[in-house]
């Protein structure tokens, strides 16, 4: 054989031996989060979702809050009753808009009593006017920040605190190193981890990431995925969050706006294969954003190996 026809043998017996597929190894950790039911029937189907996920023994499930507070209530009922009846832990989503410390104080209260032990504290945005979001504006006996908010949960029981992160940078920030810095702050507060707005590409983390370890920041950053099941809903939530939509994921979905199974396939396919790419750069925990479906990130934690 000549060198060339050589190497060209080894690389097809390189592809042959190589599996179709190989999950990550069995040291990830993954947790799931969910938004409040509207209706019963909404209700019934983030109910079905979680028991669907519960055999996965996620770290945590999260529940988010509606800007202004406006799912208060139904997102205080919906972590109580996963507490309650799964054993899941649950973290409950706080944001200080539009209320005061003492309202704030009053929350913490209550979930504590029912057995929460973990809070997302997020500033959240103020409701919409008109279809927009309104700058945010404090509440004259309120916090001011995420960073404000954590040093008075912690002050107030011993939580576990959690916080977002803006790989590419929070849409008010003044410039990267501003939104690092105010990062800081939330770690320095008292927060135990960052969960990640989500991203599409693995190095859009990893230049955040060392970004992060740069400034001093120690603390655990989660990376949040949330799967592509619908194309065009992914680009309106990406716009007002500062995430870039990479040219190749437009290729990829172009064709499947009719095809809701298909384009869970590929979603499933894509997220999964990001997932080991984070994985191989260190990364071990994956925070989900489901939109309370089950099945896909059910589907893409079976690819990696998560199985009940």
């Avoid at 996963?82 to 989503?93: D, F, K, L, M, R």
């Avoid at 929460?116 to 103020?126: E, N, Q, S, T, Y």
């Avoid at 990130?297 to 990696?304: D, E, M, R, S, V």
Wanted: charged share 20%; net charge negative; proline share 7%.
């Amino acid at each position: 054989m000549t060198p060339s026809t050589l190497d060209a043998a080894r690389e097809r017996q390189r592809a042959v031996n190589a599996p179709l597929f190989a999950d990550v190894p069995g040291d990830i950790e993954v947790s799931f989060e969910f938004f409040p039911p509207k209706t019963d029937r909404m209700a019934e189907t983030l109910w079905q979702s979680i028991e669907t996920l519960a055999p996965l023994k996620p770290r945590f499930v999260s529940v988010t809050y509606g800007a202004g507070g406006t799912t208060r209530e139904r997102t205080h009922q919906t972590v109580s009753r996963i507490v309650t009846e799964t054993g899941i832990p649950a973290a409950a989503h706080l944001t200080c808009v539009e209320a005061s410390k003492a309202d704030i104080a009053e929350i913490a209260d209550a979930y504590w009593q029912a057995g929460v032990r973990h809070i997302v504290a997020l500033r959240g945005d103020p409701p919409k006017r008109d279809g927009q979001f309104q700058p945010f504006e404090r509440h004259a006996e309120g916090y001011g920040d995420a960073a404000e908010l954590v040093a008075g949960l912690a002050a107030q029981h011993p939580f576990d605190l959690s916080v977002s992160a803006y790989p590419e940078m929070h849409p008010e920030a003044a410039d990267a190193d501003a939104d690092i810095a105010h990062l800081k702050r939330k770690f320095d507060a008292g927060a135990s981890r960052a969960i990640t707005q989500f991203f599409f590409e693995p190095d859009t983390f990893f230049r955040f990431r060392d970004r992060a370890a740069a400034a001093g920041i120690a603390g655990e950053l989660v990376p949040g995925i949330m799967p592509v099941a619908n194309f065009a809903a992914a680009v309106r939530m990406a716009a007002p969050c500062n995430v870039a939509i990479p040219g190749w994921m437009a290729k990829l979905f172009d064709g499947l706006e009719g095809h809701p199974e298909a384009s869970q396939l590929v979603a499933a396919t894509v997220a999964a294969e990001m997932v080991r790419r984070l994985y191989a750069g260190g990364v071990r925990h994956f925070h989900f954003y489901t939109l309370n479906r089950a099945e896909l990130a059910f589907a893409i934690c079976h690819l990696l190996g998560k199985r009940p």
